[in-house]
């Protein structure tokens, strides 16, 4: 080859080599799926002014505490406070009224940890405008738990209808919740 045929082809295979690094990340971004960032309580969790009256009505702090995401179709805001010894949890939610067609169902509250074990952790009860649920254990509650919040017509192992869910993550180390 000469010095001709080199110095034409080599300005179009750059041009080949730049096409196909944009193609690739373009691609590849379009069948990614994103993974959420969690956001420490230090750097401050975006807690709904709707999160924020039913913390205050119940008298717990923003410290520690992390708001439930209402699942599709359902109204209400729910918000889950962390002891700082990781031993206590205050679960709180304002949710529909249990009347009409929903009469004699309850509202319990579900743990469910990184290798999907789903354990029941109670029952909400109403109070002051609100439901509640306080659970207090001997042990530190596990590093990284779901909590869910679900309508339930029979007491059994199974969630029905799920209302809310919220994921919390904590650092042993730096005594830290994250909202996933």
Known sequence: MNRQTILFLLPILALLLIGGTYTFKWWRARTSVPRPTPTTLEEG???????????????LS???SVQLKASEGVSGVGVAN???DRKELTIIASLPELTGENAGSKYQV???????????IGEMR????????????SQALPEFFSLVISLEKIDDET?????MRGQ???SAVQGEVELK
Do not use: A, H
């Not at 579900?110 to 029941?120: A, C, D, G, H, I």
């Not at 109403?126 to 254990?137: A, F, I, P, T």
């Open 62 to 64: 923003e410290e520690n």
């Open 110 to 120: 579900w743990m469910q940890t990184e290798s999907n074990q789903l354990e029941k």
């Open 82 to 84: 962390l002891s700082d």
């Open 45 to 59: 969790i975006n807690i709904e002014e709707e999160g924020k009256s039913l913390i205050e009505n119940f008298g």
């Open 126 to 137: 109403l109070e002051k405008g609100g439901y509640v649920l306080d659970v207090s254990n």
């Open 159 to 163: 969630i029905e209808k799920e209302m």
């Open 168 to 170: 919390i993550s904590q």
